[in-house]
């Protein structure tokens, strides 16, 4: 059985629900949208390529003059080179991090000059930093070179597909009972009885429970609200492990490479059949197991594969030999037809463990990936779906028939480039659009968190949550002094300190890139850590942040 919710009326194939109107149409959002990519786009890239080569090195997104010091070829079959500055012990200043898409070119190139080659960072540290790259790039590695990091212009073109592929193909695809559910035309479903389920998580409380109730009650969409700490990431855990006991098969997903090695990694520790797509470079080593091309690479049909590349390498060296034209023809057609038989072996090997698999993780932009091209999915989770664009969002959920949307509407929203997109509406999020639409009828807050003191809690709790969350046995009153090896101090009796810095005579300043800093503040930051480590605590289990750069 089956009930509508929204009080009646309306419904599936029936016109308009009650929530239309209220909510944005489909066609505006199409036509809303697809400016304001534009306009991101643009913005990202005039930061990124606009400045000049000098001022990119200032900024950090450009390193210079490097030699190429080691080539290796590892992590599933690719190419890591190594490279480490020509001049000094230690690469310049710089922004770039694990897992950016790098440019590598010759140290003098003009800008808009072809690179060598287009990898990933893989690793770095003070002295060198290593990319990885599909293909070695063939040469001009003997000579002095530079990387760029690149703006991700991919990332816009998947948006811009997706918002094509939504205003011009729904009635049919996977998704054509949820999209009209998104846009306010339908009303959202649920089963009418309870689902009962029993956890594979025994620690779950009473909250988490609930809302795992009600998502498998949902029968297109479901918003899982949770506040910070409050365990909406082992909620989704067991919303896809009860999921896969029914025998669905999910594709979830999240904004950053992060977030879905985190869901990646916390359900490896059940026994689920699942495969993480993903470039190996951009994910944790610890979840390196669970990615396609390692998956690939233990299948039958790759090892086939693999004997036809052997066969290909014999048959390489023949022909440098040969002499005879004859020959030399008969052994070209030869290794063509083995280069297509190994192509269908290795797409065979991919398709088998995507076919096998019972989750499928990607972020959000890989969702977009050929490997899954034509699959159908059951259900759809994004987590930190507060954090993510929804033109993004919808990459994903064109694939699936129901959708779990985890987030926060109420912390920070997704960051955006563009002054003017933003003003336009696109870092509005869907979570947050459909919270406003259907609110409570398709939501569950969890309401116990496990990660503050309950004085750190409290002030969020009644100024965003109603006054909702309370603070589990395990946090409410736990304090600095009672980790190991601390003592009791002024520093480690407090809870929360504030320091008021008026009248200090700290002053803001702003760096040669506008970015501002106080040097005063900063003082008192470190003098207070200093304090902490005295009294004991270990200095990795401190953090400082800043909101910016500078400071
Ligand atoms: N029912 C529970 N019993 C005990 N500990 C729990 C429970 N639920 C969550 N936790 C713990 O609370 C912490 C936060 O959980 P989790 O990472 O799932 O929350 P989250 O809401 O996704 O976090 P964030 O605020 O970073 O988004 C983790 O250390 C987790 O092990």
């Known amino acids: 059985m089956e009930e509508r919710r929204g009080g009646g009326g309306g419904g599936r194939g029936s016109g308009k629900g009650p929530a239309a109107g209220k909510m944005m149409s489909l066609n505006e959002f199409v036509s809303s949208m697809a400016p304001l990519i534009d306009l991101e786009k643009a913005a990202e890239i005039s930061a990124e390529s606009e400045a000049s080569s000098k001022r990119k090195e200032r900024r950090g997104s450009v390193m210079p003059n490097l030699k190429c010091t080691d080539a290796q070829t590892g992590l599933m079959g690719k190419t890591l080179l190594e490279f480490q500055p020509n001049k000094g012990d230690v690469l310049p200043p710089h922004k770039f991090g694990t897992h950016d898409v790098v440019a590598l070119k010759p140290n003098k190139a003009d800008a808009g000059s072809p690179a060598l080659g287009q990898g990933v960072v893989y690793r770095l540290k003070d002295s060198s930093i290593t990319v990885v790259f599909d293909d070695i790039p063939e040469d ?181 030999k040969a002499k005879d034209r004859n020959t030399k023809r008969d052994i070209r057609k030869e290794l063509k037809t083995l280069a297509k038989e190994e192509r269908k072996r290795q797409q065979l090997a991919v398709a088998d463990v995507i076919k096998n698999a019972d989750v499928v993780l990607s972020t959000l932009t890989g969702a977009s990936s050929k490997k899954i091209a034509g699959i159908t999915f059951d259900l759809v989770i994004i987590d930190e779906a507060a954090q993510a664009l929804e033109v993004a969002c919808w990459i994903a959920l064109l694939k699936g028939q ?146 910016y750069s500078a400071q």
């Not at 197991?289 to 998956?295: K, N, R, V, Y």
């Open 140 to 320: 001009g590695l003997n000579s002095p070179l530079r990387l760029e990091k690149l703006a991700n212009e991919v990332t816009y073109r998947r948006m811009k597909d997706a918002l094509i592929q939504l205003s011009k193909g729904i009635q049919t695809g996977p998704s054509a009972n949820l999209v009209p559910v998104l846009f306010g035309e339908n009303l959202p479903m649920r089963s009418k009885d309870a689902v009962k389920f029993s956890p594979f998580n025994k620690n779950l409380d009473d909250s988490q429970k609930d809302a795992i109730s009600k998502a498998l009650r949902s029968r297109d969409a479901f918003l899982l609200h949770g506040p910070p700490g409050t365990g909406k990431t082992t909620t989704i855990i067991e919303i896809i492990l009860q999921e896969v006991k029914r025998g669905a098969k999910i594709l979830a997903c999240a904004a950053s490479n992060i977030a879905v090695d985190n869901i990646v990694e916390r359900l490896s520790q059940y026994r689920t059949k699942l495969v993480r797509l993903g470039h190996p470079a951009r994910l944790l080593p610890q979840v390196l197991d669970s990615a396609l091309d390692a998956q690939v690479l233990r299948a039958d049909n790759s090892s086939l594969a693999g004997d036809i590349r052997k066969e290909m390498k014999v048959l390489n060296s023949k022909l440098l």
């Open 402 to 547: 129901r959708c779990v949307l985890a987030g926060d509407h109420l912390q920070l929203p997704p960051t955006i480039q563009s002054v003017e997109a933003e003003k336009k509406g696109m870092g509005k999020t869907l979570f947050e659009r459909l919270t406003e639409g259907y609110g409570e009828e398709i939501t569950c807050m969890l309401t116990i968190q496990y990660r503050m003191h309950e004085l750190i809690m409290n002030w969020s709790s009644k100024e965003l949550y109603n006054n909702k969350i309370k603070a589990h046995s395990s946090v409410a009153g736990h304090m600095l002094y009672d980790l190991e090896g601390v003592n009791k101090s002024s520093s480690t009796e407090p809870t929360i300190i504030l320091v008021d810095t008026t009248g200090c005579d700290m002053e803001e300043v702003k760096d040669e890139e506008e970015s501002t800093m106080n040097e005063g503040e900063a003082a008192v930051s470190i003098a207070h850590a200093k304090l902490l480590v005295e009294s004991g605590v270990r200095a990795i289990d401190i953090g400082i942040i800043t909101p």
